[in-house]
């Protein structure tokens, strides 16, 4: 992060330089980019696809992997929502919530959603057969 910054010409005196502050403006900088992601699919009324998938790493540790693709300068780009690390709260109303707290209501759903991709347990598959958009 500092050789990167100082090819870029920045100042940055004495600080910057413990791994916090490095956590820190790597947070930020991701935050940001994934607003304007979330933005562009928002405001571009781009169509998008929803990938779920189940992972279980090396270390026995599972997660689900919440993923949208889109449009964007005319390449497909992947943009991560969310990971869930806890099995007890990965159902399907909570990736419902995850949508609309992201800005992704029915209405976005309704016009802009083409494609939806599920690569985990039969009880997601059995929530999901449920979901209706109106």
């Given at each position: 992060?500092?050789?990167?910054?100082?090819?870029?010409?920045?100042?940055?005196?004495?600080?910057l330089?413990?791994?916090?502050?490095?956590?820190?403006i790597?947070?930020?900088?991701?935050?940001?980019?994934?607003?304007?992601?979330?933005?562009?699919?928002?405001?571009s009324?781009?169509?998008?696809?929803?990938?779920?998938?189940?992972?279980?790493?090396?270390?026995?540790?599972?997660?689900?992997?919440?993923?949208?693709?889109?449009?964007?300068?005319?390449?497909?780009?992947?943009?991560?929502?969310?990971?869930?690390?806890?099995?007890?709260?990965?159902?399907?109303?909570?990736?419902?919530?995850?949508?609309?707290?992201?800005?992704?209501?029915?209405?976005?759903?309704?016009?802009?959603?083409?494609?939806?991709?599920?690569?985990?347990?039969?009880?997601?598959?059995?929530?999901?057969?449920?979901?209706?958009?109106?």
């Amino acid at each position: 992060m500092i050789d990167l910054q100082t090819l870029n010409g920045v100042n940055r005196g004495n600080i910057l330089y413990s791994t916090i502050s490095c956590n820190n403006i790597n947070n930020h900088g991701a935050s940001e980019m994934h607003k304007e992601l979330i933005n562009h699919i928002l405001n571009s009324k781009s169509k998008f696809s929803i990938l779920i998938d189940e992972s279980t790493s090396v270390a026995s540790r599972w997660s689900i992997i919440v993923y949208a693709c889109t449009r964007i300068h005319g390449e497909i780009m992947p943009i991560l929502f969310s990971i869930q690390a806890n099995r007890s709260n990965c159902d399907f109303k909570t990736l419902l919530k995850l949508f609309d707290d992201i800005g992704l209501s029915n209405d976005v759903l309704c016009t802009q959603f083409v494609g939806f991709v599920v690569m985990v347990q039969a009880v997601w598959l059995a929530s999901i057969e449920v979901w209706q958009l109106h």
